[in-house]
């Protein structure tokens, strides 16, 4: 623990020598973890490793504060606070959890917790709701000593609980607005987009003469406007390629669901249409409803080029980014067809001064962007990558001038060993061998790409013993061999998949 944090413990604990708290949760070093803690603050803390243990303690013994995961044996910790609440509505809970869907936050926030902590746990973040319910708490408790005395101090007191409900609100939108970024950390090709959407959002707003209010509503729905893509599969929303019509139809569905989880929380209420209506197209031929023209709250159309904008002006793997002025004639070529003429209008002069950031683009950055892209490109028998990886990164290679080097191994006579042992033994065989090329060849990747014929890939040269390899008992014992081929692809005119083949 730095100094820092020592300090903010040590300052809390001070103002929590009067309370004590109930720990739920039921992954036991995690529970010893936070316990721990805990302690430090607070001069008494039980845990439970369940729901069900939790609530027995709780009506056993007194808590002032509860803090739950949510996903749990035997009773999770939604069921812990509903029960909870039916013997103290006014309980202070927290929840910790690493369960990201929306369904779990929308029940935690009808519940009334004061904060819901996404694991893994920030201390920081910890430590801010823990001061907030201590002061609630405090404020609450001073309140019931000092509700006899003069009326001035109890109004007093009164703005201090008023205070606290605002930061109880604030904590929501904290909550909200990290789901955002959770959702746009999936994937490299979001990240940011929700904030550009909004700024340009407000921008044209503010240029068409609305309101301040609208501004700052339409600023707000913007960085919420995709929230609904949390329902989206993750193989769907970090598809590095362009989707098919039936992925296409599942990532239209963002749009309703965005509506569906902010409908319900009071506070989000207001901006739940807006967000509704942002891909409905001025001609009726957009989702979900096929609003057309009027029937589009003002703010949805704007929101509509704001979002289409960036869009096009962020790279993707199978699309390039368009240029400011490429992409704004777009707009412009489409207004009164998918666009409302007087948003366009407004919007040509606001983005015609917008700065892209070139580094916005969706190929991976890093060692774990590279993974995490590359899982999509797996051979689901061997995880060896497949021969659409191959074709992305060879065409990549060419692209950015790398010195490749790609040897292709062929396995001789592996029709016949599936013919005598069975596809299974094949199949495990190929897993192996995967396993053998990965070790051997650490520093190449690793392609299947026709059934029994396996790419080794290096940015620089790599030998291959081929005599190794089939003196390899697997090879040797039955009757199977290997072959080889080198490419240099410097000398080659090789860039794609397809161009691979015909070399072959």
Not at 43 to 54: L, Q
Not at 140 to 151: G, I, P, V
Not at 411 to 426: A, E, M, P, R, V
């Amino acid at each position: 623990m730095n100094d820092d944090l020592k300090g903010k413990v040590n300052s809390l604990q001070k103002k929590a020598k009067k309370f004590s708290v109930l720990y739920v949760e039921d992954e036991p070093d995690l529970r010893e973890k936070i316990a721990l803690f805990l302690r430090k603050i607070f001069p008494h803390v039980d845990t439970a490793a369940d729901g069900k243990e939790g609530l027995e303690k709780y009506l056993q013994n007194s808590y002032d504060i509860v803090i739950t995961d949510i996903l749990m044996p035997k009773m999770n910790g939604l069921e812990l606070i509903r029960n909870i609440r039916q013997k103290n509505e006014k309980q202070e809970v927290i929840v910790i959890s690493a369960y990201t869907d929306s369904e779990y936050l929308t029940q935690s926030i009808q519940l009334e917790v004061t904060g819901y902590i996404i694991k893994p746990v920030n201390f920081d973040q910890a430590l801010k709701v823990l001061e907030q319910s201590i002061d609630k708490l405090s404020a609450f408790r001073e309140n019931e000593m000092y509700k006899t005395k003069l009326e001035t101090m109890v109004q007093e007191r009164t703005r201090e609980v008023l205070q606290l409900q605002e930061i109880q609100v604030e904590n929501y939108e904290q909550a909200i607005h990290s789901f955002v970024k959770m959702i746009e950390g999936r994937d490299t090709y979001t990240g940011g987009h929700s904030e550009r959407v909004a700024s340009y959002s407000r921008d044209i707003a503010k240029d068409m003469g609305l309101k301040e209010e609208d501004c700052e509503l339409i600023y707000e729905a913007g960085i919420l406007h995709d929230i609904g893509k949390i329902m989206t599969p993750d193989a769907i929303l970090l598809k590095p390629g362009a989707l098919t019509d039936g992925e296409y139809g599942l990532i239209k569905e963002h749009a309703t669901a965005g509506y569906e989880i902010l409908v319900e929380v009071p506070m989000y209420k207001h901006l739940a249409e807006i967000v509704y209506a942002h891909h409905e197209r001025y001609d009726g031929g957009g989702y979900p409803r096929g609003l057309k023209a009027e029937e589009i709250p003002l703010l949805s159309r704007i929101m509509s080029v704001a979002d289409t904008f960036d869009a096009m002006t962020t790279s993707r793997i199978y699309k390039s980014r368009k240029t400011t002025s490429e992409a704004i004639q777009e707009l412009k070529n489409l207004s009164g067809v998918w666009y409302d003429p007087l948003v366009i209008k407004s919007a040509v002069k606001v983005l015609a001064s917008v700065e892209i950031e070139q580094s916005i683009n969706q190929e991976p950055c890093s060692h774990m962007d590279d993974e995490r892209f590359a899982y999509f490109f797996k051979d689901p028998l061997t995880h060896a990558y497949n021969h659409f990886y191959l074709d992305f990164i060879l065409q990549k290679s060419k692209d950015e001038s790398k010195d490749i080097c790609l040897n292709i191994i062929y396995i001789k006579k592996f029709t016949l060993y599936n013919q005598q042992f069975g596809w299974s033994q094949g199949d495990e065989f190929l897993i192996n061998f995967v396993f053998y090329l990965q070790n051997e060849f650490n520093a190449c990747k690793v392609f299947r790409i026709f059934g029994d014929d396996f790419v080794l890939l290096k940015e620089t040269h790599q030998d291959v013993d081929i005599d190794k390899i089939n003196a390899l008992p697997q090879f040797k014992d039955n009757n199977l061999y290997c072959e080889k081929k080198h490419f240099d692809l410097r000398e080659t005119k090789i860039s794609s998949y397809k161009e691979l083949q015909e070399e072959i």
